[in-house]
């Protein structure tokens, strides 16, 4: 009722009418496209830039999740022992759904061919079943992940020289294994400590121990992948003479949400004891490890949205001027509307309208675009061919052929198949360009530039931008007005 | 008769902001009094510039007065607030000017129609009965045509016709046929009379021309911001 109301009222038939404007006026009515179209341009940007950074946001959050515990706790003061206990009170706690031990530290490493060490790696000794539990560790390897008991393991042994002791195997980061050169079934060379040479005090015996890598590590963060290796929890704790001791307990929760709130229940519950002491265990959530990173994006996305904002803006002053412009040129009309007996408000009515109009075809024209650019980048189908793309020629000769040909101006049906067809070849022409961006992965961590749509952000922005282009129209409208009716007939 | 119109000590004085800093008022009504009565036909004579436009905006309240008051119907509209006056206009009041002023976006019924629909009345009987008028000026096969597409006579024509459409008891017209040849003029005039005879609508006219005047039942002269004897025509 209220919106036919609207629909068929004066006002509505006047505005619409001006903005469609005839003839000599066609002016008015290409810069009232224009208009529309810096509003929709405005509306495509935001929607597609925020999209693009709360799909890369996610991804990196999906990343960081799919192999990183959700709180991580250690002792204020290195090892700690009786961990088992710990752990099982840790598993007591609501919302956690599995806790692991884990002893972590930095290796030197040394490729068995190398003469020289190869830089440091992070070194996880893990138990794979409860980490898998924590990380799903085992969905990352390719190979075997039995530290003491493998094929490959009785095979180096069988190969290698009496000397030459075993330790174990280790999984090792795909990118650290490419960058050494290094497949499945060679040995390398961790080196955990030096101690000065009792006869040479100047020397020094590196305490080496040799694994055979029996699988690789790859999630596909480059930062994980070129960083890590994972060896068995006994032999890690061999290796540092730490029996019985792990010095971090992996924690995963029902969801990633709730993972500070599971770590300050961490910390009232849970008293380590340390040479007697006891201490309270210090925790991180996967959170606060890339504090700095999820900031980071934090605050670029303000920054983006406060330069969308400015963009909306401009757009809205397009409209404003726009509507001033169409001010001074119907001034005469508005004097014959008012001698009709039309009043100020209906005057300030019909001008709101037509920005209103302006805007919200701009908001939709945009959010149709840009939802559509943001949906193409996501869909993983084969396009035709980009060379298709040339097809917008076709509705631009037709617009060539019928400017030259004045006398179908005047066929409605005609206009609107046009119109029509403008609309499918952009789409068309869209769909065969805009395709998934492939990205550099040592870079962004990622490998496809993700996009996630966020409808309540794509309403804000909707409603909020309107609401800019109708405050916008209040200027110029109020400005006719105000208009004294007998000066505007004057008006030439 | 009744008395339709009465305008009482009418002032209008224009205080022109836009030559110099220093504002000259140019007091152009300085007291006028006329009475109109229903169904009468009146002319209002007088040189360029001596204010009948002013008078005749003041009395169609187009404009507010710097003092005085016109009666209508006994009621004092320019005692009314800006709105009821809008009304006053919409409803009471049709003008016709002598350049058409039709709507150039609007074909010529939507032009008829359009002073309905300000007034919100049900549309489909508003397009209906623009439709009559348009058929009672005469112009019925040009209903879908726009202003551009039209004569300065058909123009004339759709302006009376939009003066019409909600039947206001008085007629307004400024020199209504001071852009027209003379044939076509008469063809503009006889059917003003036509709506004084047949449809009884008082009808005010602003003319230049005296030949025209002496068809109407009064004259008035306006002479420096008066009224002059009523009956008196003066050599222009
Ligand atoms: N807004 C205004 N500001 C200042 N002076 C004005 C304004 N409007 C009209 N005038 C002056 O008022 C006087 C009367 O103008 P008006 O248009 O009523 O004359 P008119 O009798 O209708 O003349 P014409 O026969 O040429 O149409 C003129 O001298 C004009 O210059
Ligand atoms: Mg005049």
């Not at chain 1, 706790?73 to 090892?79: E, I």
């Not at chain 1, 119109?419 to 805009?434: D, E, N, T």
């Not at chain 2, 209508?72 to 009041?93: P, T």
Request: proline share 3%; hydrophobic share 45%.
């Amino acid at each position: 009722m209220g919106l036919t109301r609207i629909l068929y009222s004066f006002e509505w038939l006047v505005s619409s009418r001006y903005l469609r404007s005839r003839r000599k006026q066609s002016f008015i009515s290409i810069i009232s496209l224009i208009s529309v179209g810096g509003v929709a341009i405005g509306i495509a940007t935001v929607i597609l830039v925020i999209s693009v950074m709360n799909g890369f946001e996610q991804s990196l959050k999906d990343k960081f999740l799919i192999n990183q515990a959700h709180v991580n706790v250690r002792s204020t003061k290195g090892y700690f022992n009786n961990y088992q206990e710990q752990i099982d009170k840790i598993q007591g706690i609501a919302g956690v759904v599995s806790a692991s031990p884990v002893i972590y530290s930095q290796l030197a490493i040394q490729p068995k061919r190398s003469k020289r060490i190869e830089g440091t790696i992070y070194i996880k000794g893990i138990d794979p079943i409860l980490e898998n539990d924590v990380t799903g560790f085992s969905g990352f390897v390719d190979g075997s992940f039995d530290f003491h008991d493998s094929a490959l393991l009785e095979d180096v042994r069988h190969r290698s020289s009496q000397r030459e002791t075993i330790k174990g195997g280790i999984v090792l980061g795909s990118s650290v294994a490419s960058r050494l050169d290094i497949n499945r079934g060679d040995v390398l060379r961790l080196i955990s400590k030096m101690e000065p040479n009792p006869a040479n005090p100047s020397t020094f015996f590196a305490d080496v121990s040799n694994f055979v890598v029996i699988g690789l590590y790859e999630s596909g963060m480059f930062a994980y992948d070129n960083a890590f290796g994972f060896i068995s929890l006994e032999i890690a704790q061999d290796l540092y003479n730490q029996k019985n001791h792990i010095n971090l307990i992996q924690v995963r929760t029902t969801t990633p949400e709730i993972a500070s709130t599971i770590a300050n229940k961490i910390r009232r519950e849970i008293k380590f004891s340390n040479s007697g002491l006891y201490s309270v265990p210090r925790t991180s959530t996967w959170v606060e490890s890339h504090a700095a990173l999820f900031e980071a994006i934090q605050l670029e996305k303000l920054v983006t949205v406060i330069i969308e904002a400015l963009i909306i803006l401009v757009a809205s002053f397009n409209i404003a001027s726009t509507l001033i412009m169409m001010v001074m040129e119907k001034t005469r009309e508005i004097g014959i509307l008012r001698s009709m007996g039309s009043s100020k408000m209906k005057i300030l009515i019909i001008f709101v309208l037509q920005g209103c109009i302006i805007g919200f075809l701009g908001i939709v024209l945009g959010s149709a675009l840009g939802i559509g650019i943001c949906v193409l980048l996501a869909l993983e189908v084969v396009r035709p061919s980009r060379w298709f793309a040339l097809l917008i020629f076709v509705p631009i000769f037709l617009q060539v052929a019928i400017a030259l040909h004045q006398t179908i101006r005047r066929s409605r049906s005609l206009k609107f198949a046009i119109s029509l067809l403008w609309l499918g070849i952009i789409a068309f022409v869209l769909y065969c360009l805009v395709q998934p961006i492939q990205i550099n992965s040592e870079v962004y961590q990622l490998n496809r530039l993700a996009v996630k749509i966020d409808w309540f952000f794509v309403g804000v922005i909707n409603f909020s931008s309107f609401f800019i282009c109708l405050l916008a129209t209040l200027y110029p409208a109020w400005q006719a007005s105000k208009l004294n009716p007998v000066e505007a007939l004057r008006y030439e | 008769m009744s008395n339709l119109i009465r305008v009482e000590n009418l002032h209008k004085t224009y205080v022109d902001a836009t030559s110099d800093d220093i504002t000259t008022p140019i007091e152009v009504l300085k007291g006028v009094d006329i009475e109109v009565q229903q169904g009468e036909i009146l002319a209002i004579l007088g040189k360029s510039g001596v204010g009948k436009s002013t008078l005749l905006h003041l009395i169609g309240g187009l404009d507010r007065p710097t003092s005085g008051s016109v009666f209508f119907e006994d009621r004092n509209i320019h005692a009314y607030s800006d709105r009821k006056l809008d009304q006053f206009r919409n409803l009471e009041v049709g003008f016709i000017f002598q350049s058409h002023h039709l709507l150039p976006e609007f074909t010529a019924l939507e032009n008829i129609a359009i002073g309905g629909l300000i007034a919100r009345k049900n549309v489909s009987e508003t397009y209906s009965s623009a439709n009559e008028i348009l058929d009672y000026v005469g112009l019925v096969d040009r209903s879908n045509h726009y202003p551009s597409e039209l004569s300065g006579g058909e123009r004339q024509r759709i302006a009376i016709g939009r003066a019409l459409i909600n039947q206001p008891k008085v007629i307004l017209a400024d020199e209504p046929t001071g852009n027209l040849d003379r044939k076509t003029s008469a063809d503009i005039l006889d059917l003003l009379w036509d709506l004084n005879d047949r449809l009884d609508r008082t009808l005010i006219l602003v003319t230049h021309d005296h030949g025209l005047a002496q068809r109407t039942d009064r004259i008035v002269h306006i002479v420096d911001g008066r009224i002059t004897d009523q009956n008196q025509i003066v050599e222009t």
